[in-house]
């Protein structure tokens, strides 16, 4: 079993807040992901990171920021939350190569009201 | 641009069939596919991973074939069973190794 952690797991919050999705991984992985899933919809990148210091935006547009201070820790945050922002947010990792597979996280679903 | 498609969109079965579902991916330059599991409101659990140099994968009752000159992979569910009952996802790697691609998935029902 997959040692990748995501909080909180559900969150309700107002529009206009911060807030920090978490997310930690245990398997020294160097790459991590941040997907985003709407209902009934597919899963689309929308940051990566290939190690410390390293963060690229994915390929569906977002107004989160992320950071990669540690190899094991990639937080989410988006500075002032709109409804538009509710959805499904899955954290992967996996080791660098293009053939490893990819590890998920629980997810966080948010709800911004 | 890859694009993944899975087939079909839900599928209800009574427990004890076997059953097929279908991936289908537009570019075959990839270096590998990947099926998951996503039970309702939860993250995806890895069941399979593929390599581009495979043929096929098995699990437990779980088999895996990729046909890559073709682009599709194949999911074969042996004797379901109620516990089966989850949207089943494939994947594959972008170009660059970036990000994986996936398709909508396919929500499985078995019934007891």
């Known amino acids: 079993e997959a040692d990748i952690y995501q909080t909180p797991r559900y969150l309700v919050i107002g529009t206009g807040k911060k807030i920090t999705l978490e997310c930690s991984q245990t398997?020294?992985?160097?790459?991590m992901y941040w997907y985003q899933q709407d209902p009934g919809m597919e899963l689309h990148l929308i940051h990566y990171?290939?190690?410390?210091?390293?963060?690229e935006k994915g390929d569906l547009s977002s107004e989160s920021t992320v950071s990669r201070i540690r190899t094991e820790h990639f937080p989410l945050t988006l500075e002032s939350a709109r409804p538009s922002h509710t959805s499904q947010y899955l954290c992967?990792?996996?080791?660098?190569?293009?053939?490893?597979?990819?590890?998920f996280g629980p997810g966080t679903r948010l709800t911004v009201t | 641009k890859q694009e993944v498609t899975q087939i079909p969109a839900a599928l209800s079965v009574p427990e004890g069939e076997n059953l097929v579902l279908n991936c289908s991916f537009t570019?075959?330059?990839?270096?590998?596919l990947q099926w998951f599991r996503q039970d309702p409101g939860k993250g995806l659990t890895s069941l399979l991973l593929?390599?581009?140099?495979?043929r096929e994968q098995t699990s437990g009752r779980l088999n895996a074939s990729l046909d890559k000159s073709s682009g599709r992979s194949t999911l074969y569910i042996a004797a379901s069973q109620p516990g089966d009952s989850a949207t089943y996802l494939c994947?594959?790697?972008?170009?660059?190794?970036?990000?994986?691609?996936f398709g909508k998935g396919t929500t499985l029902s078995v019934s007891s």
């Open positions: 992967a990792s996996s080791d660098i190569g293009l053939s490893y597979e990819q590890y």
């Open positions: 398997m020294g992985h160097d790459k």
């Open positions: 990171s290939y190690g410390v210091n390293s963060t």
């Open positions: 570019d075959s330059a990839i270096y590998n």
């Open positions: 593929i390599q581009s140099s495979q």
């Open positions: 994947a594959v790697p972008n170009q660059a190794g970036t990000a994986l691609i």
